[in-house]
T-cell receptor, first 112, second 113 residues
C-alpha cells in the first residue's frame, strides 16, 4: 500500500530536550516536505527536499532541522524544542514540486 | 506574500443539498490547484486536482477553476453527514520555485442529517 508513515503519532516532551520525528514514504517520490498546522493559521511549510541531500527552508524553518540521506526518509529534528513548537506536524511527499501532496498520519507534539 | 483565502465557516447545509466551497488566490500565474478534505485530528486527503479553466467532475465532487478571476471552487452534490469536515484549498504558486503547495486555512462544512 502506498503511504507516508510518521512516527511517533503523539509526543509530549520538555523544553530543550532534542527530539526527532521520522517520516518514510514508499512511493519513490522525489519531493518531500514538512508542515505544521496551527488553529487559524492553516498548514505552513517548514522545510522541503527536492531529492537526496537537497533540502531548503520553507516558510517557518526557525527551530527545526531536516536531513535527506535516503530518498524514502525525511526526518524532522527539533534540537531544543520550545513551547511555541507545540503543534500538529505533517510529513508529505509528492512525485514532483508541482503535483499533489500525500500526507502522513500526523504527529501531535506538545512541548511543556 | 502569496495567499490563499477561504471563508472559515462553518458552512451548514442539509443532507442531500449542494455544498459550495470557495477559494481565492493571489497569483494570477498559478497553474496547479487542489482540494483536500481533513477530518478533525486527521491528515489532509486529496479530493480533486484541477489545472485548466472550467469544471472537472469526479463522482459527487466538481471543481471549478476561473484563472481570470483567481478563484477555485468545490461543489459537493447530495451532501452526506460523512462529508462534514474541513476542506482545504491548495495552490502551487508559479514564482515560489521549489516550494510546495500553499494552503488556505480551510472551510469547515457541517452537513445536517
Amino acid at each position: 500500500e502506498a503511504q507516508v508513515t510518521q512516527n511517533p503519532r503523539y509526543l509530549i516532551t520538555v523544553t530543550g530536550k532534542k527530539l526527532t520525528v521520522t517520516c518514510s514514504q514508499n512511493m519513490n517520490h522525489e519531493y518531500m516536505s514538512w508542515y505544521r498546522q496551527d488553529p487559524g493559521l492553516g498548514l505552513r511549510q517548514i522545510y522541503y527536499s527536492m531529492n537526496v541531500e537537497v533540502t531548503d527552508k520553507g516558510d517557518v524553518p526557525e527551530g527545526y532541522k531536516v536531513s535527506r540521506k535516503e530518498k524514502r526518509n525525511f526526518p524532522l529534528i527539533l534540537e531544543s524544542p520550545s513551547p511555541n513548537q507545540t503543534s500538529l506536524y505533517f510529513c508529505a511527499s509528492s512525485p514532483s514540486v508541482n503535483t499533489e501532496a500525500f500526507f502522513g498520519q500526523g504527529t501531535r507534539l506538545t512541548v511543556v | 506574500q502569496k495567499e490563499v483565502e477561504q471563508n472559515s465557516g462553518p458552512l451548514s447545509v442539509p443532507e442531500g443539498a449542494i455544498a459550495s466551497l470557495n477559494c481565492t488566490y493571489s497569483d494570477r500565474g498559478s497553474q496547479s490547484f487542489f482540494w483536500y478534505r481533513q477530518y478533525s485530528g486527521k491528515s489532509p486527503e486529496l479530493i480533486m486536482s484541477i489545472y485548466s479553466n472550467g469544471d472537472k467532475e469526479d463522482g459527487r465532487f466538481t471543481a471549478q477553476l476561473n484563472k481570470a478571476s483567481q478563484y477555485v471552487s468545490l461543489l459537493i452534490r447530495d451532501s452526506q453527514p460523512s462529508d462534514s469536515a474541513t476542506y482545504l484549498c491548495a495552490v502551487k504558486f508559479m514564482d515560489t520555485g521549489r516550494r510546495a503547495l500553499t494552503f488556505g486555512s480551510g472551510t469547515r462544512l457541517q452537513v445536517q442529517p
